[in-house]
Nanobody, 120 residues
Framework: QVQLVESGGGLVQPGGSLRLSCAASGSIFSIYAMGWYRQAPGKQRELVAALMSAAETTYADSVKGRFTVSKDNAKNTMYLQMNSLKPEDTAVYYC??????????????WGQGTQVTVSS
């Protein structure tokens, strides 16, 4: 069994910062890729940032230069540093990971989501 647990969401004023964390635990052999997605009310879930196994990163155009994704391999934890937050960043943020389990099965996992609200 594999679990992804997000933390770090909350209410912040425009221009402020937040750091999200996503900790993967359980029967993990290796993690191929991890990413952050978000879903605002009435909108489709969209990719925010992703970190591949070769340390390659990708970002949505709307967050480039403001958000930074990183990972602590020893802790199987991914972070999303969000700076210069805007009201349009308000959404539920989800962690996603492509994980090979100890039984050598590759699966896609999701966290439960954490709310980020940017408002004055």
């Amino acid at each position: 069994q594999v679990q992804l647990v997000e933390s770090g969401g909350g209410l912040v004023q425009p221009g402020g910062s937040l750091r999200l964390s996503c900790a993967a635990s359980g029967s993990i052999f290796s993690i191929y890729a991890m990413g952050w997605y978000r879903q605002a009310p009435g909108k489709q879930r969209e990719l925010v940032a992703a970190l591949m196994s070769a340390a390659e990163t990708t970002y949505a155009d709307s967050v480039k230069g403001r958000f930074t994704v990183s990972k602590d391999n020893a802790k199987n934890t991914m972070y999303l540093q969000m700076n210069s937050l805007k009201p349009e960043d308000t959404a539920v943020y989800y962690c996603n990971a492509q994980i090979t389990t100890m039984s050598r099965v590759i699966r896609d996992y999701w966290g439960q989501g954490t709310q980020v609200t940017v408002s004055s």
